[in-house]
């Protein structure tokens, strides 16, 4: 209970100045990956996550709301309601569910992982 309750108020003072070293601090008290590796799930400014915390991009989004929050400043001004968004390399799909907020459920996001493809079928594979 006390990790969850670290880790949204890591979220939420991160972006602010010197909100980095907070959700450090917090994370360093209160996050033991080597006893609990089950998927955690929250909700963070409207989007539903389910992540693997033991993993660096899912820590890093379940610690600092997003592993990289410039993409998603920029989604929030350049998308529309209605828009089409293609997230090709999508990875874990972080940005497809946050231009999915975004666009709103009558329109189209598709998440696009082309690495997985490139690498499946390369003839060193």
Request: charge should be positive.
């Amino acid at each position: 209970m006390m990790e969850k309750l670290a880790a949204k108020i890591a979220r939420n003072v991160y972006w602010i100045p010197g909100g980095y070293f907070i959700a450090k601090a917090l994370r360093s008290l209160f996050f033991q990956v080597k006893t609990r590796k089950e998927n955690r799930r929250y909700q963070f400014r409207g989007v539903q996550f389910e992540i693997k915390p033991e993993q660096q991009m899912g820590a890093a989004m379940y610690w600092r709301g997003s592993h990289d929050w410039a993409p998603i400043f920029a989604m929030e001004n350049l998308l529309q309601p209605g828009n089409t968004v293609l997230d090709i390399g999508a990875n874990q799909g972080e940005y497809t569910l946050w231009a999915a907020r975004k666009v709103g459920p009558r329109a189209t996001c598709t998440p696009s992982n082309l690495s997985r493809l490139y690498f499946h079928n390369s003839p060193d594979s």
